[in-house]
C-alpha cells in the first residue's frame, strides 16, 4: 500500500462519519445469546430476513438450553428461510452447547472463547464482542468492508483476518466497531457491489477507485 493512498484515509474517514453519524447494527436483538444467534444466520442471508425469522425464533428459544435440547429437524425448519439451515442449525446447537459445557450457559465475552465455538470466527466474534459485551477486540470484516477498504485503497489484502489487521492500524480502537457499521452502510446506501454510484459518494473525489471524475461540491 502506497504511503499516498493511506494519506487519505484521515479525510475519508472524517466524511463518512459526518455521512453517517450514528451507525446502528440492523440485527434486532436483546442481549449477547440473540447477538450471536442473528450474526450467525446473517450468513449468506439479508438482515430484514433475519429480523423476519428472528422475530418468532427468540419467543421460542430463550436460553441456550433451548437450542441445546432443541429436535435438530424442527430448529432447521423453524430457520430454514435463511438459507444454508442444515448447517446454521447445527451450528447453533453445538454453540450452545459448548457454552453450556465449557462456559456456564453464558455467551463467553472474550475472542479466544468466541473462537471456539462452531460456526464462528473472527467476524461475528468481533460483532458479538462489540455489539453483545462492549469490547473492543477487532473490526468486524463482511462482504461490504472488505469491498470497500480496498476500493478506498485502505488494503491491499484479500483475506479478511489481514483485511482486519490493515484497518486495525489505521482506526482508533474506540472507533474500530463504528467504522465497520458505517463501510457497511456506505456499501449498502452507495458503494454497491456491481455497480457503485460514485456520483452520489461524498468521498469519490478522494477514493481511487471512482468513476466520477468530476468532483462533487461538499
Known sequence: MTASKLSNFPQIWELLKKEYPDPQPALHFKNPLELLVATILSAQ????????????????????FDYADADIS?????????GFYRNKAKHLQQSARVIIEDFGGEVPSKMEDLLKLPGVARKTANIVLARGFGVKAGIAVDTHVKRLATRLG??????????????????????????????????????????????????HHLCPSSINPISKQL
Open 45 to 64: 442471508s439479508t438482515d430484514v430476513q433475519i429480523n423476519k425469522v428472528t422475530s418468532e425464533l427468540f419467543k421460542k428459544y430463550r436460553s441456550v
Open 154 to 203: 485502505f488494503t491491499e489484502n484479500k483475506d479478511p483476518v489481514k483485511i482486519e489487521k490493515d484497518l486495525m492500524e489505521l482506526v482508533d480502537r474506540n472507533e474500530w466497531d463504528d467504522f465497520s457499521l458505517t463501510l457497511i452502510l456506505h456499501g449498502r446506501n452507495v458503494c454497491f457491489a456491481r455497480k457503485p454510484a460514485c456520483g452520489q459518494c461524498v468521498v
Open 74 to 82: 424442527e430448529l432447521e425448519k423453524d430457520i430454514y428461510s435463511t
